[in-house]
């Protein structure tokens, strides 16, 4: 046998059978225990903090992004990766790792891990793609003039989109993979909140990657698109809002788009009784 290992096994059967010694370890794994979780307890009055900054950011970027407000949107926005990053910091250390691996007891800890990590990614990704894209669709860019829209913004858009959108779709499904229900009900609620933030905002994000993709060929950009307007008169109820009163005809050629007709309803009218109207 090797000598050092041979002594390795002497020290360890001497620490068993010393009294002091096993003292001596108990009373450092105490402390080394108590440690652990008074620093549980002060990072984590910090994490909450952090996270109930990071749901307030959340909550503002979609009010603004609801509003039109993309400025707004963009400077809180900014706000949204420091905050994600301090908040993993904060969980990122060995005693929130082995907190979080203890049965039961550990669920509230892994919620809360998960949660800033998923809150750290869409810090590196999501948010400044959509703060790239955000820039570029200011409606002072966006629009040309009265009538006309800039397709090739729209059309550059759309990738960083997409990619925001699936950002966001990633750290809504690692929140919604972390324990809905443990001891701790302060931890579920913030988890249901998040959740609740990432999801509406994933649908703002979605649906503006979605537009972006279609508007450009619905206003024309690759040949005229010709479309009909109804104008319901509501005076007269009928199951579609109203009585169709009048009508008109846009037509929308390379992101321009203008009236070629107004009529009334008569002009939907056959001309004659054997007739249709085409």
């Known amino acids: 046998m090797h ?8 020290q360890l059967r001497y620490l068993r059978y010393d009294a002091g010694a096993r003292r001596l370890l108990l009373l450092v794994t105490g402390g080394l225990i ?7 307890l002060v990072t984590g009055l910090f994490v909450r903090q952090q996270v109930r900054k990071l749901e307030a950011s959340l909550r503002q970027v979609q009010t603004y992004f609801a509003a039109g407000d ?4 963009r400077q809180v926005a900014a706000l949204i990766p420091g905050q994600a990053h301090q908040a993993h910091l904060l969980t990122s250390g060995p005693a929130w790792w082995v907190a979080a691996h203890v049965p039961y007891l550990g ?10 990590g998923a809150g750290m990614d869409l810090g590196r990704h999501g948010i400044p793609d ?13 629009r040309i003039k009265g009538n006309t829209l800039n397709l090739d ?41 998040l959740s609740d933030e990432l999801h509406t905002l994933s649908g703002y994000v979605t649906a503006a990657a979605r537009t972006a993709r279609i508007l450009p060929t ?19 109820m009928r199951g579609t809002g109203g009585l169709l009163g009048a009508g008109a005809i846009a037509v929308a050629s390379h992101g321009t788009v203008r009236f070629t007709h107004f009529e009334s309803d008569a002009a939907l009218e056959p001309v004659a009784t054997n007739h249709r109207v085409q």
């Not at 050092?4 to 002497?10: A, C, I, M, N, V």
């Open 153 to 193: 913004a729209l059309r550059a858009a759309e990738p960083e989109l997409q990619q925001a959108s699936a950002a966001l779709d990633d750290a809504q499904r690692q929140v919604a993979a972390l324990p809905r229900s443990t001891w701790l009900g302060a931890v579920d609620s913030r988890r249901a909140s």
């Open 130 to 142: 959509l703060l790239d894209v955000a820039d570029r669709l200011d409606p002072a860019k966006v």
């Open 70 to 73: 993309l400025q707004q949107a």
């Open 218 to 236: 619905m206003l024309g950009s690759d040949r005229p698109q010709r479309y009909f307007i109804g104008m319901q008169n509501e005076a007269e």
């Open 3 to 10: 000598p050092l290992r041979s002594r390795l096994r002497t």
């Open 34 to 40: 108590v440690l652990g979780v008074l620093w549980l």
């Open 107 to 116: 669920d509230p800890i892994e919620t809360v891990r998960g949660a800033t």
